[in-house]
């Protein structure tokens, strides 16, 4: 059994550099591209500001994604980790000259170590009680917010400017300091994080995490570490999502406790499902559907409050006809179409009888 589970893993998680080659993801390297080059100009200044944002969410939605997706741990304190990453960055781009990419990485080392103290208690935790112990912490961080606030450039170790003391924005990178310019610097270091947790899934973390998903026990007899990989994925998991934080930080130059109440986390989580949290373009439609979709509905003239009866609805559906939700509904879409275009073209090639 533990032969045939290794086994399992190990073609699931298989690198193949040839994947690099495939039409599929030759497609969707043009399509950023064109949307790098050509994005800011197509969409204005405003849906250019939202898709920075609904960016930098799909990063948050993609450490979702890995912990539901292949270690089946429920973890509804994503936001709160969004913020922890966001106060790091503030606090040192103010103390500090260092340069913003210095900033967001110890932004990602300071989040990914609060990330694993905090996940400590629930590693042995799954299911209901693990999603409960996550929104109790969110909780926590939500009141830690508001009582601490987020620093602004005033002095002390909180950084808060307080009384008739200016607060001063968070300086944007020195190669991004427009909104197109940003709206490109954030996708491209989204790109990053996705790369960075695909290659953890195509490798030996990602075999290691599918194997604890299909069987712990069958994990443990075949000598998987399964506290450590918990840890490992919770570390990356907590350091990319530091980094979206930080990216976040560097939008707006300002942060408010509001933006990181522990319901934000519940949203995000139920984003990621209807997405589909078996991929990461699941996550990209995540961060869509929470970031992008309220804006869009105003534009229409509807409330933006509405978007809670889509999730509701797409809640139901993720969870009753499609459990790999949209993602997985597109990618069932594409290898029909494959299917249905090779199988034409094997019709229309000439047999050896009716050769002439």
Same mark, same amino acid.
Request: hydrophobic share 55%; net charge positive.
């Given at each position: 059994?533990?032969?045939?589970?290794?086994?399992?893993?190990?073609?699931?998680?298989?690198?193949?550099?040839?994947?690099?080659?495939?039409?599929?993801?030759?497609?969707?390297?043009?399509?950023?591209?064109?949307?790098?080059?050509?994005?800011?100009?197509?969409?204005?200044?405003?849906?250019?500001?939202?898709?920075?944002?609904?960016?930098?969410?799909?990063?948050?939605?993609?450490?979702?994604?890995?912990?539901?997706?292949?270690?089946?741990?429920?973890?509804?304190? %994503?936001?709160?980790?969004?913020?922890?990453?966001?106060?790091?960055?503030?606090?040192?781009? @103010?103390?500090?000259?260092?340069?913003?990419?210095?900033?967001?990485?110890?932004?990602?080392?300071?989040?990914?170590?609060?990330?694993?103290?905090?996940?400590?208690?629930?590693?042995?935790?799954?299911?209901?009680?693990?999603?409960?112990?996550?929104?109790?912490?969110?909780?926590?961080?939500?009141?830690?917010?508001?009582?601490?606030?987020?620093?602004?450039?005033?002095?002390?170790?909180?950084?808060?400017?307080?009384?008739?003391?200016?607060?001063?924005?968070?300086?944007?990178?020195?190669?991004? %300091?427009?909104?197109?310019?940003?709206?490109?610097?954030?996708?491209?270091?989204?790109?990053?994080?996705?790369?960075?947790?695909?290659? @953890?899934?195509?490798?030996?973390?990602?075999?290691?995490?599918?194997?604890?998903?299909?069987?712990?026990?069958?994990?443990?007899?075949?000598?998987?570490?399964?506290?450590?990989?918990?840890?490992?994925?919770?570390?990356?998991?907590?350091?990319?999502?530091?980094?979206?934080?930080?990216?976040?930080?560097?939008?707006?130059?300002?942060?408010?406790?509001?933006?990181?109440?522990?319901?934000?986390?519940?949203?995000?989580?139920?984003?990621?499902?209807?997405?589909?949290?078996?991929?990461?373009?699941?996550?990209?439609?995540?961060?869509?559907?929470?970031?992008?979709?309220?804006?869009?509905?105003?534009?229409?003239?509807?409330?933006?409050?509405?978007?809670?009866?889509?999730?509701?609805?797409?809640?139901?559906?993720?969870?009753?006809?499609?459990?790999?939700?949209?993602?997985?509904?597109? %990618?069932?879409?594409? @290898?029909?179409?494959?299917?249905?275009?090779?199988?034409?073209?094997?019709?229309?090639?000439?047999?050896?009888?009716?050769?002439?």
């Amino acid at each position: 059994m533990t032969a045939t589970l290794q086994q399992r893993s190990a073609r699931s998680s298989k690198w193949d550099a040839s994947r690099l080659l495939r039409p599929r993801n030759i497609v969707v390297a043009v399509v950023l591209a064109a949307v790098l080059a050509a994005g800011p100009t197509v969409f204005g200044a405003y849906w250019t500001r939202i898709f920075t944002v609904t960016a930098i969410f799909a990063i948050a939605a993609a450490g979702i994604a890995l912990l539901y997706g292949r270690l089946g741990l429920v973890s509804l304190g %994503q936001v709160s980790l969004i913020g922890v990453g966001g106060w790091i960055t503030l606090r040192v781009g @103010h103390a500090t000259s260092l340069p913003f990419e210095v900033v967001l990485v110890i932004a990602a080392i300071g989040t990914g170590i609060i990330g694993v103290l905090v996940g400590l208690p629930a590693l042995r935790l799954s299911g209901l009680n693990l999603a409960i112990v996550t929104l109790m912490l969110a909780g926590a961080f939500e009141v830690v917010f508001n009582v601490t606030g987020f620093p602004n450039g005033g002095d002390g170790f909180l950084g808060r400017a307080e009384g008739g003391v200016l607060q001063q924005p968070l300086a944007r990178p020195a190669i991004a %300091q427009s909104d197109d310019a940003y709206f490109r610097y954030v996708v491209i270091i989204a790109i990053v994080m996705f790369l960075i947790i695909a290659l @953890h899934l195509s490798s030996r973390p990602g075999r290691a995490w599918a194997a604890i998903r299909q069987s712990e026990a069958g994990a443990l007899a075949a000598g998987i570490g399964t506290v450590r990989y918990r840890l490992w994925a919770l570390a990356v998991v907590s350091a990319t999502t530091g980094v979206a934080g930080g990216l976040l930080a560097g939008n707006a130059g300002l942060l408010d406790p509001i933006s990181f109440k522990a319901s934000q986390s519940i949203l995000l989580f139920a984003t990621v499902l209807i997405g589909g949290a078996y991929s990461l373009l699941g996550a990209v439609i995540a961060g869509f559907f929470s970031q992008g979709i309220p804006p869009l509905l105003d534009a229409w003239g509807i409330d933006g409050n509405l978007i809670f009866v889509i999730l509701g609805l797409g809640m139901i559906q993720a969870i009753t006809t499609a459990p790999r939700g949209i993602a997985g509904q597109l %990618q069932t879409l594409y @290898h029909a179409i494959r299917r249905r275009l090779s199988g034409s073209r094997d019709r229309s090639r000439p047999k050896n009888g009716d050769r002439p």
